[in-house]
Every structure is written in C-alpha cells, then in structure tokens.
C-alpha cells in the first residue's frame, strides 16, 4: 500500500494527476470485481432441472420413492371386498361352479341348500395366436368358342401381391410407431409371439405401400387446419440421417397434425397454414411461434419454470412475487371455463393490477431482470385465456403430443428415410382420431383400409 500524499504541497497540475490515476486505478478495480461477481455467479447458479426448466423429467434426478405399505384384506374378487380392484368380466366365456360334495371332516354329504357362495373372481388367459394361411389357387379359364383367356375372381383381401393381411401390416404400423419398437425387434417380437417370419425389409416395404393412405388422411387433416379458429403449437428434434430435423405439432380440441421438417423456422409455420391466420395461438415464447394469429396466449408453465430457477439463482425480489401471481393464474385456470363471463373479467383486472404492483420492483439478480424485461414487453399475453375461455393456459397438450416422439428417439435413434419420418408424422397424426373415440391401432387399420379414420369429422 502507498501512504497518502500531503495535498497542501501539491500543485494543481499535481492533483489533477493523482485524480486521474485515482480514477484509473478504481475503474480497473469495478472492472475486476465484476469480474470476479460474475464468476462467483456461474460458479453458484443452480443447474437446469426439469422443476425449473423445459428439461423432460427423465433428465432430472430420480428421488427415493418410499416403500408402500403393504395392503391387508379380503382376497381381490372374495365377496365383500372394498376398495379398488379390477372389475369382474360382464360376460365370461366360460364358468366353473366349485361346490363340495362332502365334509371334509365327517365327510357328510352336501345338499344345494348347504352351500353359500364363498368367492367370484375371473382367470384370465391369452389363447395361442399363430398365422392363418389361405392357399389361393386361381384358374385362367380356355375359351373353346373365341379362344380368349378368363381368370377367376378372388375374394377381396386374397389378391395376389403382398403374402401379408391388412390386419398384419397394421398391428405392424402400431407396434413401431406407437410403441417404438424398432424393424429388428419388432421382427422378432412377432417371430416369437406369433410365429410369423417376417424380414426388416418386407416390414419396410409393407409400410411404404401403406404411405399413400395416410398421406391423403394426412391432407384432409390439413385443410381441416387451415380453417381452425383455435391452434397450439409446439416442436421437438429428431434425427433423420444423421442430421437433425423438427417435429412440429399443430393441434386444438378437434384435431392434431404432426410434420417433419428440416428447418426450426417460422416458415415451417407459414408453410403449413398456407396463409391461414388463426383467432388465438398457445405456444410458448419461442420466436418462431409468435405472430401467427391475432391473439396469443403464453404458455405459463414454461413462466414458472423460468421463475423457480431466477428463485434459485438468488433473485428475492421479482422472482417469488411473479411466480406467485402466475401460480394464482394457473388455478383460476382449471376452472375458467365454468366461469361467467364478468367474473373472468374482474379475476383479469385483479391479476392485471397485482401485475402492475410486481413490475414497479427494481430486481437487481440478473435472472430476475431478465424476466422483468420479458414481463415489460409480453404482459398482455399472459392472462389471454381469462378472455378467451376456450385456450388453455398453458401448452401441455402440445408437450404430450411430442412427448413420444423422444420416446421414439430415445429408442430408435431417429430414421433412416424421409419418408419413414414423413409416415411416422402421418401415423402420430392418429391424435385426430383419438379426439372421435377411436383407439390408436383402429385407426391404423381403418386408414390403411381407406375408411379415413383419423380425418375429423
């Protein structure tokens, strides 16, 4: 350290040096302590987890879950039985009645009217599924008369082509694109459940002849979009080649549609609307997703996630209030719908006001400045479904959508053909059909039957 000099002997041409110097050395000083704060910071920043982030819960850390107690009762099916437990079959296919002819101690003979029923429960079993093979022999006829040649009608379903039924290739379709399952797995799979030899490729070239099915489903569903009112988007990679690629799902209350595209880019969403502006939009705050409809609503999970780690990365001042105004916002929203229209008005002016009270805070954490500044620009998207009561307020239903997708990922490691993934979208798209009653695997079968399954109604 250096001891002060004696201003009373200085010049003023001295001083003015020594405040210049001063002053150099305390901004070299500020310059090194935000250094050192902004290292201390990313040393003490809280690291991603599902709770606070987007990060899927298979990224998180598994908690112990503690042991569950073990139940003790009656027998599931003994008569008397309380609580849960699976339901008696309505029309069995066979019953067995049990009575005893005689005591087991005095061995007395029992009368019909000695026995009471003790128990009623059901034994389930799968009976042995093996393929069903129909040897077609088909005749070409002689014409004595004019010498032409007539060949016989088969039935539909035993044209020649393809050895392998509607029902296979569907059963096929729903195991790899429902379950993800991969070509040689799933080659096996039904190898030794049902004895049906079936190659990789024979499985590949089945699903590509029923491509155009789903496609021309796939188009109707489209159209169908592009006159929606209502539309949540959402988008996830996948791999295709070896080069990463998008799966995008627009979906709402009546229909959902997956597409595979090379780009994250809004023209992916200008390309499928083809120019169709929807009345309200849910995403979340991705720029891609904005600006395709009058109205937006954000996705407020996402905000809280963003909140909870602005709360661990140490912001107590904006952080907790906002997640705290946003958490109030998400349980007026499971009950909006119900709500009258002036009381969803009064909650909104409420949360609006509360709103207004947590933006005049002055956080000084940089996370909780960040989203300050957000909050700044995009506040009249935050309580849109208080308006609109028929948006969600969040985007969940467009996370689930794709959450099989990275099952499908995870699994698989992506696809090695464009139009595997192209298929892949199409056969995802069975969503739509879900929306009308009709299960996953009916709806493969009924596409690839031409009964357009999946296409709305």
Avoid at 76 to 96: I, M, N
Wanted: net charge positive.
């Amino acid at each position: 350290m250096t001891s002060t000099p004696d201003l009373t002997k200085l010049s003023p041409a001295e001083k003015d040096a020594l405040i210049l110097t001063l002053s150099a050395r305390l901004d070299a000083a500020l310059a090194l302590i935000a250094e050192l704060q902004a290292r201390i910071d990313d040393l003490t920043r809280p690291g991603k987890t599902p709770g606070n982030s987007s990060l899927p819960p298979s990224k998180g850390q598994k908690p112990n879950q503690p042991q569950k107690p073990d139940r003790k009762g009656p027998r599931a099916g003994s008569l008397g039985r309380k609580g849960g437990g699976r339901a008696l079959t309505a029309t069995p296919d066979e019953t067995v009645i049990a009575q005893p002819a005689r005591c087991r101690h005095c061995q007395a003979a029992l009368t019909p009217a000695d026995q009471r029923l003790q128990a009623r429960y059901d034994k389930i079993d799968l009976p042995q599924v093996r393929p069903v093979v129909t040897r077609v022999e088909r005749y070409a006829g002689h014409c004595r008369c004019c010498g032409s040649i007539t060949l016989a009608a088969v039935p539909e379903g035993l044209e020649p082509g393809t050895p392998f039924s509607i029902g296979i290739v569907a059963l096929a379709m729903y195991l790899r694109f429902v379950h993800a399952i991969s070509y040689q797995r799933l080659s096996r799979l039904l190898l030794d459940l049902y004895g049906l030899s079936i190659s990789e490729g024979a499985l590949d070239a089945a699903f590509l002849r029923g491509k155009p099915r789903f496609d021309a489903d796939v188009a109707a569903i489209l159209a169908r979009l592009r006159r929606a009112r209502v539309i949540c988007s959402d988008e996830t990679s996948v791999r295709i080649s070896g080069r990463t690629h998008w799966n995008w799902v627009f979906q709402n209350d009546d229909l959902v549609i997956h597409v595979i595209r090379p780009s994250r880019g809004a023209g992916v969403v200008a390309e499928v609307l083809d120019g169709h502006r929807p009345a309200l939009w849910v995403s979340d705050l991705y720029s891609a997703q904005q600006g395709h409809a009058d109205t937006w609503q954000i996705c407020l999970a996402h905000q809280l996630r963003d909140c909870q780690y602005a709360i661990e990365a140490s912001d107590t001042v904006f952080a907790p209030r906002m997640k705290a105004l946003l958490l109030r916002a998400a349980v007026l929203a499971r009950r909006h719908r119900t709500l009258a229209e002036s009381t969803r008005r009064a909650y909104r002016a409420r949360l609006e006001r509360d709103l207004n009270a947590i933006m005049v805070l002055a956080p000084t954490q940089r996370d909780g400045r960040r989203l300050r500044q957000r909050y700044g620009k995009l506040r009249e998207h935050l309580f849109t479904f208080l308006t609109h009561p028929q948006l969600t307020a969040d985007n969940n239903s467009s996370e689930r959508k794709l959450r099989p997708m990275a099952t499908y990922r995870k699994v698989t490691g992506g696809f090695r053909s464009g139009w595997g993934a192209d298929l892949y979208a199409a056969a995802r798209s069975i969503g739509t059909a879900k929306r009308r009653g009709v299960d996953a695997y009916a709806a493969i079968r009924q596409t690839l039957q031409g009964q357009a399954a999946i296409v709305p109604g």
